[in-house]
């Protein structure tokens, strides 16, 4: 297996626990690329250099340089359920049903870099929002031409009484400063990600547990690559972009993120992001 990290000293590539540096090797060149996984074995039978120990592990960034990140919503049914509920007095709770149904999935703008954050980097909720909850996503590292090459986990923090106020506040409480985390890396692999694999969110509040979940991909309704092919629908990323895919694990109604809450999520084969709420 290889993982793709993005660090201060440059790109690391680690493959089967074995880390290498690989210099000369841009962030953004790789999602330019039309075939980053051939480019990185070219790079590792190059010009690599293996890495002693762990400490570069302290310096590992967002997996992300000029990239874009976008999300889709309402791919699973309990993401649906959830979203009909928060909007049902605004009049909105159809939408959400009528989208889960429907050819055309939803897709919105999530992200620009500086407003993202890896992982042990501290997340925001927003100051004017009451109900704050983290969204855990299998995400999609995906090439300047469309393609698929690799998957990090994302939290798609959400603002659930701005947007249940009106479906139309879905960017104010969604879009913010360091409203957005992925990380640690980027899993290196041009292979569907497999159904069975299991996404896991805990969320500590100081030695309390607050909130725990788990799902799976085999209950997304939406496919990867039928997202991706929306996403490319009369749009350019010149420099690649992420895609969220959605999310399975709804926190209870009553619950909201506090500062100083740890959200850690998992997802087997790529690994765990862990953000302090600010």
């Known amino acids: 297996m290889m993982h793709l990290f993005n660090t201060d000293e440059g790109v690391v590539v680690e493959v089967d626990g074995v880390a290498n540096a690989l210099p000369g090797t841009g962030w953004d060149a790789l999602f330019a690329n039309r075939d980053p996984l051939a480019l990185v074995q070219q790079c590792l039978a190059a010009r690599s250099t293996p890495l002693d120990g762990q400490t570069w592990l302290d310096h590992v960034k967002a997996p992300i340089g000029a990239q874009e990140v976008w999300a889709a919503g309402v791919t699973y049914y309990r993401s649906r359920d959830a979203r009909m509920l928060e909007a049902a007095e605004a009049g909105g709770g159809d939408f959400y049903a009528r989208v ?5 999935p ?3 703008f999530k992200a620009t870099p500086h407003r993202v954050v890896g992982t042990r980097q501290p997340i925001r909720i927003r100051s004017d929002a009451r109900w704050n909850v983290p969204e855990p996503e299998l995400t999609l590292a995906i090439t300047a031409s469309g393609r698929i090459f690799g998957y990090t986990i994302g939290n798609d923090m959400s603002s659930r009484d701005i947007e249940g106020c009106n479906p139309l506040y879905l960017p104010q409480a969604k879009v913010y400063d360091q409203c957005c985390g992925l990380g640690p890396g980027i899993f290196l692999s ?5 159904d069975t694999a299991s ?3 805990t969320v500590h509040r100081g030695r309390r547990i607050v909130v725990q979940g788990a799902t799976s991909l085999a209950q997304m309704k939406r496919k990867p690559r039928e997202l991706v092919d929306y996403l490319f629908r009369d749009n350019s990323f010149p420099c690649g972009c992420f895609l969220m895919t959605g999310t399975g694990i709804v926190p209870p109604q009553d619950f909201t993120l506090e500062s100083g809450d740890e ?3 998992r997802i087997d084969t790529i690994g765990s ?3 302090v709420v600010m």
Do not use: H, K
């Not at 889960?100 to 055309?104: I, P, T």
């Open 100 to 104: 889960y149904g429907a050819d055309r």
């Open 106 to 108: 939803e897709l919105f």
């Open 190 to 194: 041009d292979q569907p990600f497999p």
């Open 199 to 201: 996404i896991e969110m």
């Open 263 to 265: 959200i850690e999520i």
């Open 273 to 275: 992001l862990i953000n």
